[in-house]
């Protein structure tokens, strides 16, 4: 739900807003060709990002992912992904949707990924930002 029109966004609608789009189980499962069973094995595999909703479903950002009609996930984004271990999903997905002007030439590592970019750099800088999480 959305924050109606003239009153403050809701926590929800800034995260959304943050880190979406969003393609929900079935969109996945239709543009991957797989089933619901597979796509849970993805996500436990750590080479999907599944963030959990308030309704006790599961969303999928869309910058994880190229491909239109046939949907493939980033190349390295499993890789980068795996790199943060137990850290809440949501905070992942923000940290791969922010731009720092002072790396990855001012994308956000979701953006350097899309462009091509080597997924080094990539798991450099969620290294250094799980260390500084997890301080």
Same mark, same amino acid.
């Given at each position: 739900? !959305?924050? +109606?029109?003239?009153?403050?966004?809701?926590?929800a609608d800034l995260w959304r807003e943050s880190v979406g789009p969003f393609y929900s189980a079935n969109a996945i499962c239709e543009k991957m060709g797989i089933d619901h069973h597979?796509?849970?094995?993805?996500?436990?595999?750590?080479?999907?990002?599944?963030?959990? +909703?308030?309704?006790h479903d599961y969303i999928y950002p869309v910058r994880q992912f190229f491909g239109e009609i046939s949907l493939e996930v980033l190349p390295g984004w499993p890789g980068i992904l795996r790199t943060f271990g137990d850290i809440d999903p $949501?905070?992942?997905?923000? $940290?791969?949707?922010?731009?720092?002007?002072?790396?990855?030439?001012?994308?956000?590592? $979701?953006? $350097?990924?899309? !462009?091509?970019?080597?997924?080094?750099?990539?798991?450099?800088?969620?290294r250094e930002f799980v260390g500084s999480w997890k301080r």
């Open positions: 739900m !959305t924050s +109606t029109e003239g009153s403050a966004p809701s926590a597979n796509l849970a094995g993805l996500v436990k595999g750590e080479q999907i990002l599944a963030l959990p +909703t308030s309704d $949501w905070i992942i997905a923000s $940290w791969s949707s922010a731009v720092d002007p002072a790396s990855l030439e001012g994308m956000s590592p $979701w953006e $350097w990924l899309q !462009t091509g970019g080597d997924s080094d750099p990539v798991i450099l800088e969620a």
